[in-house]
């Protein structure tokens, strides 16, 4: 599986991407940190302990790295959230966490798939 195509499964925009990063070399290194990133273990860490503070923060950094490496699927979803938790506990946000983890985990098969 290509880069391209690795974006295109996960609901992303390559060339958006390509075009910011400039390198596909940089893309390659920073989707493969993406696996690493504890936003979303800290981000259903904090919905089990109904801390909107964190659930928020988690969310928030989820939004900018999604944003920032193109993956828009994960992006839109993300950013819907963050935004009922920035004002406090949201049982809508913390309801729609299954769609979420569904986005999210779509994003990392993608990635997996790519780096086997």
């Known amino acids: 599986m290509t880069l ?3 974006y295109a499964r996960m609901g992303g925009n390559y060339m ?3 075009q910011r990063l400039r390198s596909e070399k940089l893309i390659d290194k920073f989707v493969r940190k993406f696996l690493d990133d504890p936003s979303f273990v800290q981000y259903e860490a904090a919905l089990q302990a109904k801390d909107d503070r964190s659930a928020f923060m988690a969310l928030h950094t989820l939004k900018g790295v999604s944003q920032n ?4 699927s994960l992006y839109e ?5 963050c ?3 920035r004002s406090g506990w949201s049982d809508e946000a913390a ?7 569904a986005v999210y985990d779509t994003t990392c098969q ?3 798939e790519y780096i086997r």
Do not use: T
């Open 16 to 18: 958006d991407v390509k």
């Open 77 to 81: 979803a993300v950013k819907e959230d």
């Open 69 to 72: 490496l193109g993956m828009e």
């Open 4 to 6: 391209e195509e690795c």
């Open 110 to 112: 993608a990635i997996r």
């Open 83 to 85: 935004e009922l938790f």
């Open 95 to 101: 309801e729609n966490a299954d769609a979420l983890r």
